[in-house]
């Protein structure tokens, strides 16, 4: 655990941004720092306290930014970016506590390119407010995590995330076409294809901007980006179709994200599990009679004609195989609270059936279509064991998202109800374990630890060397190179090794 | 009645009246507050949605963390834990309208406030904080203030300097031949009685037109909403048995309310402080108005050529559910042109007014009433409708430089009936 940094220190530090950012934007309160010192995965309440920051700032501009980092350097205090704060590995949470740049005061829009369908805005904009605007004009920017209506641009450039249209629209990788990013030493780099910032596809140069994305505050903070934008579709289709059982469920998920729809948007599967979480209180559900084993649910977007002729073929796919449509209301209903649902705490269930508020946690990875029924059996098996030893996690089911159009690979989740307010070292450390069991049933079947929220906390993180082969040494020493001091978000992603102890001064 | 309490007497100092302070343990105040709050803040707590975050008023102007309804319910596990105490976090909770959206765009309440009535109760939650503070001694000074003019008064000192009290508070009425008494009363909250007196007057005037018979109390105190807001809850009560006790002693069975802060105030707060000995009926206006016209027994028919939207007042739309009628009787006034936004667009609007945020903190409720005006100012048009007196100053401050004019929707009705309405939309 990192020691609190000396008052004296927190002085200097303020004395030393206060002037460029404003008084009233360097934090010290404990309010401040304690409700900056979380994201929502899990993490034993009563550690709270080791991961508070020294200092809270809200920068307004690039500069303010680079003036932080600046002076982070100087005093060798470790610094950590804070955009919406919603990931769940941890990416914003201060380990090694010094300074939060907590971004979220700018979310200006710069500019709105209506010819070249480009917005740029600082990274500090959610998109669900940033859509809001973009309405307007008839366009949307269509990155949508599950976090949507709370996370922010430039969080999304830091994990890297995957949107739930992301077989349609692609994923934030595919969406941001550049940004500007203050580096470890502060300097202001432009990051992406070609000079101008809205260029889609280069050959000059290194491609610097999947370095720059998902590498969860290490290498820098984006304060600028811009952003792809399509037409704000005419139409949507989605539909749920249910099941007897799995196997076909996931036969017919397969089927209608190789269909080469134009207009497919993304299919889901729900496993066994997932339908009897949701049996537990959700009136979706319960009415549906005990033989639905397993859904699927299928969306689609784009012009009206092209979505109504899209949706007839789901439909058709879907019946073949079996499936018996759920309904419009189910349909409509559960597809526009797709961000509302994945988290009720009091559906968490003790082993003797008792509620018990639970958080929850969602395990991911990346997935190959035909390893997808092995992969879910694995894990469940996992938390099962873990459940049947401490009762303070539950088995809140899976689903499987496609991430492309051609039905390659799924962000594939297990949801795990814990019982945070009751977690002690002993369960902490058994969770870590199963995290760490976790990844290697994912890596096992040649898959990737995350597909979506990154893979930097405790368990699964000892197995990223693993992961990326020789490109692990790579990581380490552009970090070394980027980030002399180690200044950058310490602690993550097992990067402390780049500096054989020397470079991290705290 | 405590002494201060007597008619039309101006205090000659706040410092003679220096506000309760009781005796109180902190320690077994804040061990009571957690122990009825730890559920409800680990609730949210171990969701960690945070979806709250984009609708809330003080946060879209802010931008700070440390302020959404999140953070508010992590300190409590916080404290629960032993990391914060009531003094650390006491300031933060200044910053709140107590619009309620948060509660409406979580998802708690959204999956589950039906099944296990374990809604999200983020509102509640910061007036027990402010209440917790206050009763352990700790002050936030304009609210302070406040509340001991307010107790001096009998009334919110909306007038700044100018006096406020019983001998002026039925001055609004003046010529319109209102009784005392009745089964039916109509209170006027404490800024529509002294500072936007056009509304009670327009109000007044509509309801006779239709023929509807009610009186004025006997002795009307402020409703006490404000001071239960700010966290001063035994004065709030006082001043709740004062308008009770009067009254039961003038036979009132119905109270006719225009203000919707007033409305929250009969509806949640008075039930709570008295149970079944609180059977009288609670009216808001807006309602019975709109049955009027629905019914035929009111007919606007002087055109009004305005290009208008409407502000969907929190306590209506977000904590109270009444957005349909106050459209329904903007629709049926001739001459307008309405470019409607729909209400639950709205939840993420906000006036500033409410929840005394505007006494402690003028400068949050201006950006906030800004950034409202700037919505409308986007729709083209020339005039804000409001239907409530709280939000319509601060709207009103924040419309002029963009030429909005912000107009109480019984304001307009009443011109559209032909009422020539009196008395003023500002200070007298």
Known sequence: ?506 | MSEHHAHGTEPSSIELLPIELLPIDTAQASSDFVDEWRNAAYNCYSSGHKFCREVCPVMQVTRNETWTPTAFHANVVAMDKGELDIADIAEDYVNCTQCGACELRCPNTLMLGDFYRFRTRTVDLVKAVRTLAVDTGIHQPQWKTWNELTDARSHEPVLGEQPVGQDSVREWADGLDIPIGGDDILFVDCEAAFYRTSVPRAVAQILQMAGHEFGLMQEQWCCGGPAAEMGYRDQAMRFARHNLDNWKASGAKRILVLDPHDYISFTEDYPKYFGAEFDLEIVLVLEVVAEYIRSGALTPRVAIEKTITYHDPCRLNKRKGVWKEPREILRSIPGLTFNDVDHVTQWSYCSGGGGGLAIEKPELTALISGARIKKASELSVDTLVSACPWSERPLSAAGEPENIDVVDIHEMLAESLGITVGGSRGAR
């Open chain 1, 1 to 506: 655990m990192t020691a609190v940094l000396e008052a004296s220190i927190v002085e200097q530090l303020v004395a030393a941004i206060a002037p460029v950012l404003g008084e009233a934007n360097v934090l010290t309160s404990k309010t401040a720092r304690y409700s900056r010192a979380r994201v929502p995965a899990p993490f034993p309440v009563h550690r709270w306290a080791e991961r508070v920051p020294d200092l809270v700032v809200l920068p307004g501009s690039t500069e303010e930014v680079a003036h932080v980092v600046r002076v982070a350097n100087e005093f060798g205090v470790p610094i950590v970016p804070r955009d919406g704060g919603t990931g769940l590995t941890d990416g914003a949470v201060p380990e090694r506590r010094g300074i939060v740049v907590d971004v979220k005061r700018m979310n200006l829009i710069h500019e709105i390119d209506l010819e070249n369908r480009t917005a740029t805005v600082g990274v500090g904009i959610s998109m669900l407010k940033l859509n809001e605007v973009l309405a307007q004009h008839g366009l949307i920017y269509p990155d949508n995590p599950a976090s949507y209506p709370c996370s922010l641009v430039g969080g999304r450039i830091g994990t890297s995330g995957w949107s739930l249209i992301g077989s349609r629209y692609g994923h934030s990788r595919d969406l941001v076409l550049s940004f500007d990013m203050v580096t470890p030493t502060g300097d202001i780099i432009f990051v992406g294809d070609g000079g101008g910032r809205k260029i889609s596809k280069s050959s000059s140069g290194y491609q610097l901007k999947h370095l720059f994305m998902g590498h969860q505050g290490t290498l820098g903070i984006a304060t600028t980006a811009t952003l792809k934008l399509y037409p704000k579709a005419e139409a949507e289709f989605s539909a749920f179709w249910a099941f007897d059982d799995y196997d076909v469920a996931y036969k017919a998920v397969g089927a209608l994200a190789r269909a080469g729809i134009a207009t497919f948007a993304g299919a889901v599967l729900f496993d066994e599990k997932k339908v009897e979480y949701l049996r537990r209180d959700d009136e979706a559900y319960i009415p549906q009679p005990e033989s639905v084993k397993a859904l699927v649910c299928s969306v689609g977007y784009g012009n009206s004609d092209e979505v109504a002729a899209g949706g007839r073929r789901m439909m058709r796919i879907a019946r073949d195989l079996g499936a018996r449509y759920m309904g419009d209301e189910i349909s409509q209903g559960d597809w526009a609270s797709r961000h509302d649902r994945y988290a009720t705490p009091v559906h968490g269930r003790t082993l003797s059936g008792q509620v018990a508020l639970m958080s929850w946690h969602c395990e991911d990875a990346a997935i190959n279509y035909t390893d997808l029924p092995a992969v879910t059996r694995e894990w469940h098996a996992i938390v099962e064991k873990l459940r049947r030893k401490h009762d303070v996690f539950d088995d809140w089911g899976m689903f499987a998202y496609t991430s492309s159009d051609t039905g390659v690979d799924y962000l594939t989740e297990i949801d795990i109800g814990i019982w945070e307010e009751k977690l002690d070292d002993t369960t902490w450390a058994a969770f870590v374990d199963a995290k760490r069991e976790i990844a290697a049933v994912s890596l096992k079947y040649g898959g990737s630890i995350s597909a979506c929220h990154g893979s930097c906390r405790e368990g699964e993180v000892d197995l990223v060397p693993q992961e990326l082969g020789g490109g692990y040494d790579v990581m380490l020493a552009v970090k070394r190179a980027l980030d002399p001091n180690n200044i950058m978000n310490p602690g993550k992603y097992g990067l402390d090794r780049a500096y054989d102890n020397e470079g991290d001064r705290r």
